[in-house]
């Protein structure tokens, strides 16, 4: 399957620093073409700004941080998803780990914003993973398990239409990624319970890894069988190491 590498600034950018960045992927994908789906992700103030960066071109692809799980009304602060998807948005991360920690978001809430997106005619990204101590104490799976199990029970089959993104919460921003098997195995009980619910469709659901994914460790967390992309914090920020990692999805 054709893999995604998706970027994602979190709350990270400047209009100046935005348009380097922008111009420096560009020319860099140019110079070499992806084999793979690459998807930037800003803060949402920045969506027009490199909505306009972005256009004319196919190489990158829009993306947004997060989508409101209503559909309009009196929710301040929120962004809709049919707003996204006036901006060019295509993907859209939903229950990044970050947004379950720091603004409660339960697992329930999450499948909704993804049936939202999906609603608007965006890809979401669903994030899933463990905390350190959840790892600890065995309950690697059960956690994903329960998080996969609410986006199933609001959405059934339309999961087929949606991307998940494993993502470890002691990997993330720590410079300690999981090691590819230790991800795979993740990986790969995600896709079995997948392929409970949707059977044969499971196979074609891309599964990225996130967390502290760099040039360095992406070519053999790529290479494992149920890993189809990845969701990249840090080193999305830097042209070369970004680029680095889109050069490895093949
Ligand atoms: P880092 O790549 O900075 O660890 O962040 C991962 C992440 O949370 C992407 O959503």
Redesign the pocket.
């Known amino acids: 399957m054709r893999k995604l590498i998706?970027?994602?600034w979190?709350m990270n950018g400047a209009l100046v620093a935005n348009q380097t960045l922008i111009h420096a992927l560009l020319d860099g994908l140019r110079a070499q073409p992806a084999v793979c789906d690459v998807a930037l992700?800003p803060p949402a103030v920045y969506l027009a700004q490199v909505q306009a960066l972005l256009h004319g071109q196919d190489a990158i692809a829009l993306g947004a941080q997060d989508a409101s799980e209503h559909e309009a009304g009196a929710f301040t602060g929120d962004t809709a998803a049919a707003m996204l998807h006036e901006f060019g948005v295509r993907y859209v991360?939903v229950g990044?780990?970050?947004r379950r920690s720091y603004q409660g978001e339960s697992d329930a809430q999450v499948a909704r914003k993804a049936q939202r997106a999906l609603a608007a005619g965006i890809t979401p990204i669903v994030?899933v993973g463990e905390s350190l101590l959840e790892r600890e104490q065995g309950q690697t799976e059960a956690v994903v398990a329960r998080q996969l199990a609410a986006l199933l029970e609001c959405n059934g089959n339309r999961v087929a239409d949606m991307a998940l993104?494993y993502?470890p919460l002691w990997?993330?921003?720590?410079?300690h990624?999981a090691t590819p098997q230790q991800a795979q195995a993740v990986h790969a009980a995600l896709r079995a319970r997948l392929h409970d619910a949707l059977g044969a469709q499971a196979a074609d659901v891309r599964i990225l890894y996130?967390?502290?994914?760099?040039a360095a460790n992406a070519a053999s967390l790529l290479a494992q069988p149920d890993i189809d992309g990845?969701?990249?914090?840090?080193?999305?920020l830097k042209a070369p190491d970004f680029l680095e990692i889109i050069a490895a999805a093949r």
């Open positions: 998706a970027g994602n979190k992700c991360i990044h780990s970050e994030c993104a993502e990997a993330i921003g720590t410079g990624a996130g967390g502290s994914m760099n990845g969701l990249i914090g840090g080193a999305s």
